[in-house]
Structures are given as structure tokens and as C-alpha cells.
């Protein structure tokens, strides 16, 4: 799913500008702090969709590993602003802005399935991240990624949460 991810990456320049072309209006416009990511490995660039959520008013934040085995915290962030190594050795924001809690999360994936299915990087940063942001209050979850990236079945385990949309190069549904 890695070299897939690569290829589709190289052979879909537009893929990011076309998804975020597909992304809904409401969605958009109703979101107060959206945390998205720094895309790496062939990950579809979040920030064309990023953008429209910060030009209709929301806040955007990216995660923070502060613990090997802890859940993302997200720190607010504006481009320009500065990045330090996490707990893990990824660039991630600093305090300049605080923390938010975000109402959506765009995460990338490796592979997705029509019924909400994610498979991640194998860290289970995200199961964790969304069991304590869910326990507290709704977080819509977007998986953002190539279309290519569909399988059709995604094997799941107890603790895997499943993903409220995906947007793709090709369009957007949600999980029912």
C-alpha cells in the first residue's frame, strides 16, 4: 500500500486541488479548529483543503506526539509559524498558539474502505487520539487520500476507529 501510495502520488499531481474541489460547503463553513497533517511518503497534500477551511474561518491545527504510547495532542498552527521535533522526531508546531481541541480531523491513511475502514501507519496514534476525543464530544474524522487507495475490506480490530468520511481525487461520501 506504500509503493501504491507513492505511485498514485506521482501519476495524480492535481489529486489534492481536485479532492478539495469535492469537499462539502457546510462542512467547510461550520468547522471552528481543523487539524490536518505534514504529508510525507506519497500522503496526499491536505493543505489546498486546509486552506479552505482557514478562509472560511476556522482555525487549523497539527499533531503533536508527546509520548511514544500517548494520544496526538494538536497545537493551533498558521503557515510561517515555526517547528520543533515532536517526541518522536517529526517536525510539529511549537506553544507559539496553544493547543485546541479539534471538531474535524483530516487524516491521511494508507488504505480505506466504504464502510469507515482505516489502515493506518501502524502506530495507533489515531485509535488512541480519537477514543479520547470522541469520549469527550463529537470529532468528525475525514480520510483524505487517492482513490486508488480503496480496498475492500479494511481488516479491523477491537480498537481501530473507523473514519466518519473520505475524500477523494474522485469525491466524497460519508460512513453510514
Not at 28 to 47: F, L, N, S
Not at 111 to 116: E, L, N
Given at each position: 500500500?506504500r509503493r ?13 486541488e481536485?479532492?478539495?474541489d ?9 468547522a471552528?479548529?481543523?487539524?490536518g497533517?505534514?504529508?510525507?511518503g ?8 486546509l486552506?479552505r477551511?482557514?478562509?472560511a ?9 508527546t509520548?511514544?504510547d ?11 509559524d ?8 517529526l ?5 507559539l498558539r496553544?493547543s485546541?481541541r479539534?471538531d474535524?480531523?483530516?487524516a491521511?491513511?494508507l488504505a480505506f ?7 493506518g501507519q501502524?502506530?495507533?496514534?489515531f485509535d488512541?487520539t480519537l477514543?479520547?476525543l ?23 480490530e477491537p480498537?481501530d476507529r ?5 475524500l477523494?481525487?474522485?469525491g ?5
Amino acid at each position: 500500500m506504500r509503493r501504491r501510495r507513492v505511485r498514485l502520488s506521482r501519476d495524480r499531481p492535481s489529486a489534492a486541488e481536485d479532492a478539495a474541489d469535492h469537499a462539502l460547503d457546510g462542512l467547510i463553513t461550520q468547522a471552528r479548529i481543523v487539524a490536518g497533517y505534514r504529508p510525507t511518503g506519497g500522503e496526499i497534500d491536505p493543505w489546498p483543503l486546509l486552506r479552505r477551511f482557514e478562509a472560511a474561518g476556522a482555525r487549523l491545527a497539527l499533531p503533536v506526539v508527546t509520548a511514544a504510547d500517548a494520544p496526538l495532542s494538536f497545537r493551533v498552527w498558521q503557515e510561517g509559524d515555526p517547528l520543533a521535533p515532536d517526541a518522536l522526531g517529526l517536525l510539529a508546531p511549537t506553544e507559539l498558539r496553544g493547543s485546541g481541541r479539534p471538531d474535524v480531523i483530516v487524516a491521511p491513511l494508507l488504505a480505506f474502505d466504504r464502510r469507515g475502514g482505516r489502515l493506518g501507519q501502524g502506530g495507533g496514534y489515531f485509535d488512541r487520539t480519537l477514543a479520547v476525543l470522541r469520549a469527550a464530544g463529537p470529532v468528525f474524522v475525514i480520510g483524505l487520500a487517492f482513490a486508488g487507495q480503496e480496498i475492500e475490506s479494511v481488516p479491523l480490530e477491537p480498537h481501530d476507529r473507523r473514519l466518519d468520511a473520505v475524500l477523494t481525487e474522485r469525491g466524497y461520501f460519508e460512513v453510514g
